[in-house]
């Protein structure tokens, strides 16, 4: 092999090592999401002290160039519409859940972290709005923002699940905590109509919930052989579809006959 060659694929080697050595450093946290187009636009040629030289620069200006704090839309690819940046420091923590308001006048965001966080903020702005004081002892893996109201919904580490009042963002409430499960709450999801909910848990079993009143109460536990894996209501909510990862089927649940 020709040496200049070895001696540049040996550079190669060297700048990916240190790339992905430097990314680990960071712990990819979405403040440092400009190293991935940095290095781009460098061939992925970098040491470690240039690295650390240009994020000590950004960070001088707040992390961000003009131009970036500038734009949140990055063009789409004509295939796709166009996407959002993240740009937006929301969480301190790993973010393990998000969803949109369903209220198609709202701006508003609820996402989920591994410390415990869940935020409401506004994705246009990229702004916490506030911060929901969670009653649960883990991190909420799942969301979920009812349909027809301000209630949201989240389904925990710590093996329980809760609804929270959102009308006065200034001043949320807790509607109810439930510990019915054995095991991480692992999909929580509202039926269209509003007055319906479904749990599942890696417990293997997931619980149907009807409204009673101003609150809710458990209809039917379903077991099945293996975890679940996501859950889904009918449009018209007469059924609750099931994915189970051991057995490979969708179950579909009858709402009017639990069968």
């Not at 301190?92 to 591994?114: E, G, H, K, Q, Y």
């Not at 004081?133 to 979920?144: E, G, H, R």
């Not at 059924?239 to 990862?245: D, E, G």
């Amino acid at each position: 092999m020709d040496p200049s060659i070895e001696e540049e694929n040996n550079e190669d080697l060297e700048s990916h090592a240190t790339t992905l050595l430097y990314l680990n450093s960071l712990k990819f946290t979405a403040q440092y999401n400009w190293v991935f187009d940095w290095l781009k636009q460098n061939n992925f040629h970098a040491t470690r002290s240039v690295l650390e030289q240009e994020k000590s620069s950004r960070e001088g200006r707040g992390g961000l160039t003009p131009e970036e704090q500038m734009s949140l839309l990055e063009e789409g690819s004509g295939d796709h519409a166009n996407v959002l940046k993240s740009t937006h420091s929301i969480h301190n923590a790993a973010v393990v859940c998000t969803r949109f308001s369903p209220n198609p006048d709202s701006n508003l965001m609820v996402s989920s972290a591994i410390d415990r966080s869940i935020v409401i903020w506004d994705y246009v702005t990229g702004k916490s709005v506030t911060t929901l004081k969670s009653v649960q002892d883990s991190a909420s893996i799942s969301l979920d923002w009812n349909p027809v109201n301000a209630q949201l919904l989240t389904g925990s580490m710590d093996r329980s699940h809760a609804i929270y009042d959102l009308k006065d963002l200034d001043n949320i409430q807790l509607v109810q905590h439930f510990k019915d499960h054995q095991k991480f709450v692992v999909r929580v999801k509202w039926a269209p109509n509003g007055t319906l909910f479904a749990t599942a848990s890696y417990d293997h079993t997931v619980l149907l919930y009807s409204k009673s009143g101003d609150l809710y109460s458990l209809v039917k536990s379903f077991r099945f052989i293996g975890a679940i894996e996501s859950i889904a209501f009918a449009k018209d909510s007469s059924f609750l579809i099931v994915a189970v990862r051991d057995d490979n089927y969708l179950h579909y649940i009858d709402i009017q006959t639990l069968k």
